[in-house]
């Protein structure tokens, strides 16, 4: 199993990234993709999710500046993230959560090693 992210880096305040993922190694459509985030000396954060159906959740401080959208023909789940501040500074991850019920411990979750993303002047 692999979920690889990439697009990350350094960004002017009000610049815009577009991070995606890459999975491999599981049934996609089985699974809702997340991002979440971890800025230095803080605890990782949820950022916006999107079922297998394609129903979308995001965290308030990014509602209306990030959107999330997925490719099940590719596998791949992507952020792009508009408007950004100094405050969306963080290491991105992706993450798969499984949708079916019953699964085993250790398939019912995964997660990306991140990419980092850096807003500043």
């Known amino acids: 199993v692999q979920l690889v992210e990439s697009g990350g880096g350094l960004v002017q305040p009000g610049g815009s990234l577009r991070l995606s993922c890459v999975a491999s190694?599981?049934?996609?459509?089985?699974?809702?993709m997340a991002w979440f985030r971890q800025a230095p000396a803080k605890e990782r954060e949820f950022v916006a999710a999107?079922?297998?159906?394609?129903?979308?959740n995001y965290a308030p401080s990014v509602k209306g500046r990030f959107t999330i959208s997925r490719d099940n023909a590719k596998n791949t789940v992507h952020l792009q993230m508009n408007s950004l501040n100094t405050e969306d500074t963080a290491v991105y991850y992706c993450?798969?959560?499984?949708?079916?019920?019953?699964?085993?411990?250790?398939?019912?979750?995964?997660w990306g090693q991140g990419t980092e993303v850096t807003v500043s002047a």
């Open positions: 993450k798969a959560e499984s949708e079916r019920i019953g699964v085993r411990a250790t398939e019912s979750e995964y």
């Open positions: 190694g599981f049934t996609f459509g089985d699974y809702a």
């Open positions: 999107m079922t297998s159906g394609g129903s979308t």
